[in-house]
């Protein structure tokens, strides 16, 4: 194994870019954005007179999803520079999934639904697989440092 195992640190940067998402969702992001409101197939105002409380609610449900993707890019990140690292048993099908389930379902929807977000969500989600090409380029899915000798 490398001294610097680079799929580690890209790994790390895919948590990153999922703790800068989460910021965005729990401090930035509008109740419905412009892309939002072309979907639906209505005004801001058709949906202030409608549903006047639907602003407030979705702000709250964006804080959760934040603090959701917040936590999973942390998490990441400390899978990166433990676990990945290290090459502990069961770390790449863990990253494979938490991949899929993240950052690949967030892309792919917003690919389905033509977002103005689509290409760096995309882009967020072919790092996460260069990371793992790159894990497996390294040296496999096995541990490669040497277990401690024994003493008699």
Do not use: H
């Amino acid at each position: 194994m490398s001294a610097r195992p680079y799929s580690a640190i890209v790994l790390a940067l895919c948590g990153g870019i999922l703790i800068a998402i989460g910021l965005y969702f729990m401090l930035l992001r509008p109740p419905l954005l412009p892309e939002d409101l072309r979907l639906l197939g209505v005004t801001q105002s058709e949906i202030n007179a409608n549903l006047p409380g639907l602003a407030a609610w979705l702000q709250r449900v964006f804080w959760v999803l934040g603090g959701y993707i917040f936590a999973t890019g942390a998490l990441t990140a400390f899978v990166a520079v433990t676990g990945f690292r290290t090459r502990a048993r069961g770390a790449a099908v863990t990253v494979a999934i938490a991949g899929v389930t993240s950052i690949g379902l967030m892309a792919a929807v917003n690919l389905a639904i033509d977002s103005d977000f689509k290409c760096p969500l995309l882009a967020a989600a072919m790092l996460w697989i260069l990371a793992l090409i790159l894990y497996f380029a390294e040296g496999g899915s096995s541990r490669t440092a040497k277990p401690p000798r024994q003493r008699r």
